[in-house]
């Protein structure tokens, strides 16, 4: 079965550092993936998408990144962390109905 | 792109009766639609999602009502129980494009 793994599960990071938080997905290949961030209290935001190895597609504008070195990694990056970057991110994977990572809380102090 | 509208923000009902959340959705090449339930801290959970060539699917307590036409789909949840209590998402995609959701409705369910 396919299982799909997110980690760290939290993170509190100060503002201008780093980031990178990893998703990987087992028991599938070619998996579509999918970055989305969530703010308290809100809805879900597409930051990034890819259909395969070195594709990525992205949905907003911002100081993020996205990378997808292997077939099943998916990597998002900051150069740079903003205040306005914490939130929860939750990798995805799926063609239609998608299956969620459990969750990075990131907050940036 | 897609847009999706949800409502209402939030649903107070009481245990047992039935809830109602409406979505509408802008981009008519849009033919998937699923509906997923959040509860607090936790990943989404897909609980049920309907295609552009089907007009209703139901699950035990949950059904959900597309109409292509008005281009607006509604989740329907009979004889609800506590452990219903959750944000529940709406979302609509098309082809490989990414699922774009709606902001949420916070159900409530009164004891």
């Known amino acids: 079965s396919q299982t799909i793994h997110q980690w760290p599960a939290t993170l509190v990071q100060p503002v201008g550092s780093p980031l990178s938080l990893e998703c990987t997905v087992e028991?599938?290949?070619?998996?579509?993936l999918y970055w989305y961030r969530q703010a308290a209290g809100r809805g879900l935001q597409l930051l990034f998408y890819?259909?395969?190895?070195?594709?990525i597609s992205s949905e907003v504008p911002q100081n993020l990144s996205a990378s997808r070195p292997q077939d099943r990694q998916f990597i998002l990056s900051s150069k740079k962390l903003l205040l306005s970057d914490s939130g929860f991110y939750l990798c995805?994977?799926?063609?239609?109905?998608?299956?969620f990572g459990s969750g990075t809380r990131l907050t940036v102090v | 792109g897609e847009n999706v509208e949800q409502h209402p923000s939030t649903l107070s009902v009481q245990e047992g009766d039935s809830a109602v959340i409406k979505c509408t959705y802008s981009?008519?090449?849009?033919?998937?639609f699923p509906w997923y339930k959040q509860e607090l801290g936790k990943r989404p959970q897909l609980i049920i999602d309907?295609?552009?060539?089907?007009g209703e699917k139901k699950d035990q307590r949950i059904a959900v009502t597309l109409n292509k036409t008005a281009k607006h789909f509604s989740l329907h949840i009979t004889e609800t129980q506590p452990e219903d209590s959750a944000v529940y998402f709406c979302?609509?995609?098309?082809?490989?494009?990414?699922?774009?959701f709606g902001k949420g409705t916070h159900l409530i369910i009164q004891p």
């Open positions: 995805a994977w799926g063609m239609s109905g998608y299956t």
């Open positions: 028991g599938t290949s070619n998996p579509n």
């Open positions: 890819s259909v395969g190895i070195g594709q």
């Open positions: 981009d008519s090449a849009s033919n998937y």
């Open positions: 309907i295609r552009s060539n089907v």
């Open positions: 979302a609509a995609k098309q082809g490989a494009d990414g699922l774009t």
